[in-house]
Protein backbone atom coordinates (compact mmCIF):
# COMPACT_ATOMS: atom_id res chain seq x y z
CA UNK A 1 0.00 0.00 0.00
CA UNK A 2 1.26 3.63 -0.44
CA UNK A 3 0.57 6.87 0.35
CA UNK A 4 -0.20 9.49 -2.31
CA UNK A 5 -0.47 13.22 -2.06
CA UNK A 6 -3.39 15.24 -3.46
CA UNK A 7 -5.67 18.32 -3.39
CA UNK A 8 -9.00 19.21 -3.33
CA UNK A 9 -10.43 20.36 -6.66
CA UNK A 10 -14.18 20.54 -6.58
CA UNK A 11 -16.97 19.61 -4.71
CA UNK A 12 -20.60 19.02 -5.91
CA UNK A 13 -23.86 18.30 -4.04
CA UNK A 14 -25.22 14.76 -5.28
CA UNK A 15 -28.16 14.36 -3.72
CA UNK A 16 -29.66 15.75 -0.22
CA UNK A 17 -27.25 16.09 2.58
CA UNK A 18 -24.77 14.18 0.10
CA UNK A 19 -21.95 15.43 -1.45
CA UNK A 20 -19.16 14.12 -3.82
CA UNK A 21 -15.93 15.54 -3.45
CA UNK A 22 -13.52 15.56 -6.49
CA UNK A 23 -9.47 14.80 -6.11
CA UNK A 24 -6.81 15.60 -8.62
CA UNK A 25 -5.31 12.47 -9.29
CA UNK A 26 -2.09 11.54 -8.90
CA UNK A 27 0.35 9.99 -11.13
CA UNK A 28 0.56 6.76 -11.41
CA UNK A 29 -1.94 5.70 -9.03
CA UNK A 30 -3.35 2.44 -10.21
CA UNK A 31 -6.90 1.39 -9.03
CA UNK A 32 -9.90 -1.04 -9.77
CA UNK A 33 -13.49 0.14 -9.76
CA UNK A 34 -14.92 -0.65 -6.18
CA UNK A 35 -11.74 -0.08 -4.30
CA UNK A 36 -11.23 2.43 -1.15
CA UNK A 37 -8.75 4.68 0.36
CA UNK A 38 -7.94 6.13 3.53
CA UNK A 39 -8.00 10.33 3.49
CA UNK A 40 -6.00 11.66 6.19
CA UNK A 41 -6.97 15.66 6.68
CA UNK A 42 -4.05 17.69 7.28
CA UNK A 43 -6.04 19.65 10.10
CA UNK A 44 -9.12 19.01 12.14
CA UNK A 45 -11.39 22.60 11.92
CA UNK A 46 -13.95 21.31 14.40
CA UNK A 47 -13.40 18.32 17.15
CA UNK A 48 -13.73 14.68 15.84
CA UNK A 49 -13.25 12.24 18.75
CA UNK A 50 -12.74 9.71 15.70
CA UNK A 51 -9.84 11.90 14.30
CA UNK A 52 -8.13 13.28 11.10
CA UNK A 53 -8.85 10.06 8.88
CA UNK A 54 -11.53 7.99 7.56
CA UNK A 55 -11.91 5.76 4.90
CA UNK A 56 -14.05 5.88 1.84
CA UNK A 57 -15.25 3.75 -1.74
CA UNK A 58 -13.32 5.90 -4.75
CA UNK A 59 -16.81 6.47 -6.51
CA UNK A 60 -14.64 7.49 -9.60
CA UNK A 61 -13.82 4.80 -12.26
CA UNK A 62 -10.21 4.10 -13.08
CA UNK A 63 -10.05 6.00 -16.36
CA UNK A 64 -11.52 9.11 -14.86
CA UNK A 65 -9.13 11.70 -14.92
CA UNK A 66 -10.03 12.72 -11.25
CA UNK A 67 -10.59 10.90 -8.26
CA UNK A 68 -14.04 11.19 -6.24
CA UNK A 69 -15.46 10.28 -3.57
CA UNK A 70 -19.32 10.23 -2.24
CA UNK A 71 -20.50 10.53 1.40
CA UNK A 72 -23.56 11.52 3.42
CA UNK A 73 -22.95 14.90 5.40
CA UNK A 74 -23.53 13.65 9.40
CA UNK A 75 -21.98 16.38 11.41
CA UNK A 76 -18.81 14.93 12.13
CA UNK A 77 -15.91 16.76 12.46
CA UNK A 78 -14.15 15.27 9.88
CA UNK A 79 -16.95 15.78 7.20
CA UNK A 80 -17.38 19.40 8.49
CA UNK A 81 -13.91 20.61 7.84
CA UNK A 82 -13.79 18.24 4.50
CA UNK A 83 -16.82 20.54 3.26
CA UNK A 84 -15.18 23.65 4.48
CA UNK A 85 -11.66 22.98 3.31
CA UNK A 86 -10.72 25.83 0.23
CA UNK A 87 -10.69 24.31 -3.24
CA UNK A 88 -6.32 23.07 -3.78
CA UNK A 89 -6.17 21.88 -0.14
CA UNK A 90 -3.58 19.22 -0.20
CA UNK A 91 -4.22 15.99 1.86
CA UNK A 92 -2.96 12.83 1.91
CA UNK A 93 -4.48 9.16 1.53
CA UNK A 94 -2.79 5.45 1.49
CA UNK A 95 -4.59 3.02 -0.45
CA UNK A 96 -5.81 1.72 -2.46
CA UNK A 97 -7.01 -1.31 -1.04
CA UNK A 98 -10.07 -3.42 -1.24
CA UNK A 99 -11.49 -6.80 -2.57
CA UNK A 100 -15.21 -5.67 -3.44
CA UNK A 101 -14.19 -5.78 -7.06
CA UNK A 102 -15.83 -6.92 -9.96
CA UNK A 103 -15.50 -10.59 -11.44
CA UNK A 104 -15.90 -10.93 -14.82
CA UNK A 105 -16.72 -14.83 -15.00
CA UNK A 106 -19.92 -14.12 -13.66
CA UNK A 107 -23.81 -12.69 -13.71
CA UNK A 108 -23.29 -9.26 -10.91
CA UNK A 109 -25.49 -8.93 -8.69
CA UNK A 110 -25.04 -5.29 -6.79
CA UNK A 111 -27.39 -4.67 -3.73
CA UNK A 112 -26.89 -1.03 -2.14
CA UNK A 113 -28.37 0.49 0.39
CA UNK A 114 -27.90 4.74 0.59
CA UNK A 115 -24.56 5.72 0.56
CA UNK A 116 -23.28 2.34 -0.27
CA UNK A 117 -23.84 3.05 -3.98
CA UNK A 118 -19.87 4.12 -4.36
CA UNK A 119 -18.64 0.98 -5.39
CA UNK A 120 -20.75 -0.34 -8.15
CA UNK A 121 -21.29 3.17 -9.51
CA UNK A 122 -17.27 3.21 -10.10
CA UNK A 123 -18.01 -0.62 -11.45
CA UNK A 124 -20.92 0.53 -13.74
CA UNK A 125 -18.93 3.60 -14.74
CA UNK A 126 -15.52 1.04 -15.73
CA UNK A 127 -18.06 -1.60 -17.04
CA UNK A 128 -18.62 0.80 -20.21
CA UNK A 129 -14.87 0.58 -21.26
CA UNK A 130 -14.74 -3.15 -20.55
CA UNK A 131 -15.54 -6.35 -22.22
CA UNK A 132 -17.91 -7.64 -19.80
CA UNK A 133 -20.41 -10.16 -21.03
CA UNK A 134 -22.79 -10.78 -18.22
CA UNK A 135 -25.69 -9.42 -16.94
CA UNK A 136 -25.82 -6.89 -14.66
CA UNK A 137 -28.32 -5.95 -11.65
CA UNK A 138 -28.65 -3.32 -9.49
CA UNK A 139 -31.00 -2.87 -6.82
CA UNK A 140 -30.64 0.24 -5.02
CA UNK A 141 -32.95 0.66 -1.58
CA UNK A 142 -33.05 4.84 -0.35
CA UNK A 143 -35.75 6.06 1.35
CA UNK A 144 -36.73 8.33 -1.45
CA UNK A 145 -35.90 9.80 -4.33
CA UNK A 146 -33.98 13.25 -3.47
CA UNK A 147 -31.59 10.55 -0.87
CA UNK A 148 -30.94 8.61 -3.89
CA UNK A 149 -27.21 9.12 -4.89
CA UNK A 150 -26.54 9.27 -9.21
CA UNK A 151 -30.36 8.04 -9.30
CA UNK A 152 -30.21 10.13 -12.94
CA UNK A 153 -26.89 8.55 -14.07
CA UNK A 154 -28.46 4.72 -13.40
CA UNK A 155 -31.77 5.06 -14.79
CA UNK A 156 -29.91 7.00 -17.90
CA UNK A 157 -27.45 3.84 -17.68
CA UNK A 158 -27.41 2.80 -21.34
CA UNK A 159 -26.65 -1.45 -21.59
CA UNK A 160 -28.35 -4.23 -22.94
CA UNK A 161 -27.68 -6.23 -20.31
CA UNK A 162 -28.43 -3.88 -16.94
CA UNK A 163 -31.07 -4.11 -15.20
CA UNK A 164 -32.05 -1.45 -12.31
CA UNK A 165 -34.70 -2.07 -9.78
CA UNK A 166 -34.63 1.39 -7.57
CA UNK A 167 -36.64 0.80 -4.47
CA UNK A 168 -37.90 3.73 -2.31
CA UNK A 169 -39.20 2.74 1.31
CA UNK A 170 -41.06 6.04 2.12
CA UNK A 171 -41.68 7.95 -1.17
CA UNK A 172 -45.61 8.28 -1.54
CA UNK A 173 -45.58 8.74 -5.14
CA UNK A 174 -43.57 5.77 -6.09
CA UNK A 175 -45.02 3.58 -7.67
CA UNK A 176 -42.29 0.75 -8.22
CA UNK A 177 -40.70 -1.26 -5.69
CA UNK A 178 -41.06 0.10 -2.07
CA UNK A 179 -40.32 -3.12 0.17
CA UNK A 180 -37.28 -4.31 1.88
CA UNK A 181 -34.64 -6.15 0.33
CA UNK A 182 -34.76 -9.81 1.15
CA UNK A 183 -34.15 -13.16 -0.10
CA UNK A 184 -37.85 -13.27 -1.29
CA UNK A 185 -37.47 -10.00 -3.07
CA UNK A 186 -34.00 -11.24 -4.64
CA UNK A 187 -35.36 -14.61 -6.03
CA UNK A 188 -38.33 -12.03 -7.44
CA UNK A 189 -36.34 -10.09 -9.99
CA UNK A 190 -33.00 -12.67 -10.35
CA UNK A 191 -34.23 -16.11 -11.81
CA UNK A 192 -30.07 -17.19 -11.36
CA UNK A 193 -29.04 -16.25 -8.29
CA UNK A 194 -26.75 -19.69 -7.72
CA UNK A 195 -25.20 -18.30 -10.45
CA UNK A 196 -24.63 -14.75 -9.95
CA UNK A 197 -22.40 -13.20 -7.51
CA UNK A 198 -23.79 -10.91 -5.15
CA UNK A 199 -22.19 -7.46 -4.18
CA UNK A 200 -23.26 -6.19 -1.19
CA UNK A 201 -22.72 -2.78 0.24
CA UNK A 202 -24.48 -0.81 2.38
CA UNK A 203 -24.71 -0.69 6.39
CA UNK A 204 -23.42 -3.22 8.56
CA UNK A 205 -26.93 -3.91 9.54
CA UNK A 206 -28.53 -4.26 6.08
CA UNK A 207 -25.00 -6.26 5.08
CA UNK A 208 -25.41 -8.37 8.11
CA UNK A 209 -28.99 -9.48 7.72
CA UNK A 210 -28.70 -9.99 3.99
CA UNK A 211 -25.62 -12.33 4.22
CA UNK A 212 -27.45 -14.10 6.88
CA UNK A 213 -30.85 -14.20 4.60
CA UNK A 214 -28.48 -15.14 1.54
CA UNK A 215 -26.65 -18.56 3.54
CA UNK A 216 -29.86 -19.84 4.67
CA UNK A 217 -31.36 -20.05 1.06
CA UNK A 218 -27.88 -22.03 0.89
CA UNK A 219 -26.28 -19.58 -1.50
CA UNK A 220 -22.22 -20.07 -1.17
CA UNK A 221 -20.30 -17.63 0.63
CA UNK A 222 -18.32 -17.36 -1.77
CA UNK A 223 -20.55 -15.90 -3.91
CA UNK A 224 -21.20 -13.18 -1.86
CA UNK A 225 -18.97 -10.24 -1.76
CA UNK A 226 -19.80 -7.29 0.98
CA UNK A 227 -18.34 -4.07 2.41
CA UNK A 228 -20.03 -2.64 5.26
CA UNK A 229 -20.23 1.56 6.12
CA UNK A 230 -20.60 1.89 9.60
CA UNK A 231 -21.06 5.05 10.94
CA UNK A 232 -24.84 6.04 9.80
C1 LIG B 1 -14.18 -0.03 3.11
C2 LIG B 1 -15.01 1.18 3.48
C3 LIG B 1 -15.49 2.00 2.48
C4 LIG B 1 -16.26 3.12 2.81
N1 LIG B 1 -16.74 3.91 1.81
C5 LIG B 1 -17.52 4.98 2.12
C6 LIG B 1 -18.07 5.80 1.08
O1 LIG B 1 -17.85 5.59 -0.12
N2 LIG B 1 -18.84 6.84 1.46
C7 LIG B 1 -19.12 7.10 2.78
O2 LIG B 1 -19.82 8.07 3.06
N3 LIG B 1 -18.63 6.34 3.77
C8 LIG B 1 -17.84 5.29 3.47
N4 LIG B 1 -17.33 4.51 4.47
C9 LIG B 1 -17.65 4.86 5.88
C10 LIG B 1 -16.76 6.03 6.34
O3 LIG B 1 -15.44 5.60 6.54
C11 LIG B 1 -17.31 6.66 7.63
O4 LIG B 1 -17.29 5.70 8.65
C12 LIG B 1 -18.73 7.17 7.46
O5 LIG B 1 -18.80 8.02 6.34
C13 LIG B 1 -19.18 7.92 8.72
O6 LIG B 1 -18.22 8.89 9.04
P1 LIG B 1 -18.62 10.20 9.83
O7 LIG B 1 -17.38 11.02 9.97
O8 LIG B 1 -19.78 10.84 9.18
O9 LIG B 1 -19.18 9.66 11.19
P2 LIG B 1 -18.42 9.09 12.47
O10 LIG B 1 -17.41 10.03 13.01
O11 LIG B 1 -17.97 7.74 12.14
O12 LIG B 1 -19.61 9.11 13.50
C14 LIG B 1 -20.70 8.22 13.45
C15 LIG B 1 -21.99 9.04 13.56
O13 LIG B 1 -21.96 9.84 14.73
C16 LIG B 1 -22.52 11.13 14.47
N5 LIG B 1 -21.53 12.20 14.80
C17 LIG B 1 -20.20 12.06 14.88
N6 LIG B 1 -19.62 13.22 15.23
C18 LIG B 1 -20.64 14.12 15.36
C19 LIG B 1 -20.68 15.49 15.70
N7 LIG B 1 -19.58 16.18 16.02
N8 LIG B 1 -21.88 16.10 15.71
C20 LIG B 1 -22.99 15.43 15.41
N9 LIG B 1 -23.01 14.11 15.11
C21 LIG B 1 -21.85 13.48 15.08
C22 LIG B 1 -22.86 11.20 13.04
O14 LIG B 1 -24.28 11.12 12.92
C23 LIG B 1 -22.21 9.99 12.38
O15 LIG B 1 -23.06 9.43 11.44
C24 LIG B 1 -16.54 3.41 4.17
C25 LIG B 1 -16.03 2.59 5.18
C26 LIG B 1 -15.28 1.49 4.85
C27 LIG B 1 -14.73 0.63 5.96
Not at 6 to 25: D, G, H, Q
Not at 64 to 80: D, M, Q
Not at 90 to 112: D, H, K, R, T
Amino acid sequence: MQTFKTKLAAINEVAEKTMEFVFEKPEHIEYKAGQHVNFKLPELYYEDKKGPRRTFTLVSSPRESSLKIATRLTGSGFKRTLLEMPVKTELEFIGPMGELVLNMQYPAVFIAGGIGITPFKSMLTDIENINFNNKIMLLYTNKSIKRSVYFNYFTEYKNKKFTFIPIFTAEKSWTGEQRRIDTNLIKEYIENVKQSIIYLCGSTQMVRQLTEELIKENINQDQIRSESFFGY
